[in-house]
């Protein structure tokens, strides 16, 4: 999916860029869509929900593999994923479909295949977007903030020593 269709996803389901509606949370909270994804993913991984609806407008998994930690978000805006590869006195890093490392990278990413779930890379979360959420300003909006967490973190520029 091009980012324009996933601009016009964002303008769709918030209603409006500059007067956004965040009733689509609740919603998902309660409909659950990955429902059967999250069961997939803790039957083999060690998985720990991680979602904050006070700032989350996705769903976030904190997941334990055998190559390490990783985070899972899924959109309640749309059938997008973000999967962070944590690295330890760095920032994390973007997993792409291409760019999964061992056997259980491989496995979420497949699992979100499976799902028809589109796992976005940097460049695309990067992107910005006039978007009026809480705590960033519109001109500094990023397509990621629309999509899964807005904070002002950005977890692949922020180093843990910054904090």
Same mark, same amino acid.
């Given at each position: 999916m091009t980012s324009d269709a996933i601009?016009?996803?964002?303008?769709?389901?918030?209603?409006s860029l500059d007067h956004p509606a965040f009733h689509f949370v609740g919603a998902a909270l309660e409909s659950r869509p990955y429902a059967a994804l999250r069961?997939?993913? +803790? +039957?083999?991984?060690?998985?720990?929900?991680?979602?904050?609806?006070?700032?989350?407008?996705?769903?976030?998994?904190?997941?334990?593999?055998?190559?390490?930690?990783?985070?899972?978000?899924?959109?309640?805006?749309?059938?997008?994923?973000?999967?962070?590869?944590?690295?330890?006195? +760095?920032?994390?890093?973007?997993?792409?479909?291409?760019?999964?490392l061992g056997a259980d990278e491989a496995r979420i990413v497949a699992e979100l295949a499976r799902d028809g779930i589109e796992l976005l890379d940097r460049a695309t979360l990067d992107e910005r977007i006039p978007l009026a959420v809480w705590s960033t300003p519109p001109?500094?909006?990023?397509?990621?903030? +629309?999509?899964?967490?807005?904070?002002?973190?950005i977890p692949w520029e922020w180093f843990p020593s910054q904090s």
């Open positions: 601009r016009r996803r964002i303008e769709r389901v918030y209603g069961e997939r993913l +803790a +039957a083999r991984l060690d998985l720990r929900d991680d979602t904050r609806p006070d700032d989350d407008v996705s769903f976030g998994f904190v997941i334990e593999t055998r190559e390490g930690r990783r985070v899972l978000r899924l959109s309640m805006v749309g059938p997008y994923a973000l999967l962070l590869r944590i690295v330890t006195g +760095a920032p994390a890093e973007v997993v792409s479909a291409g760019s999964a001109d500094e909006t990023r397509l990621y903030q +629309a999509l899964f967490v807005d904070s002002d973190v």
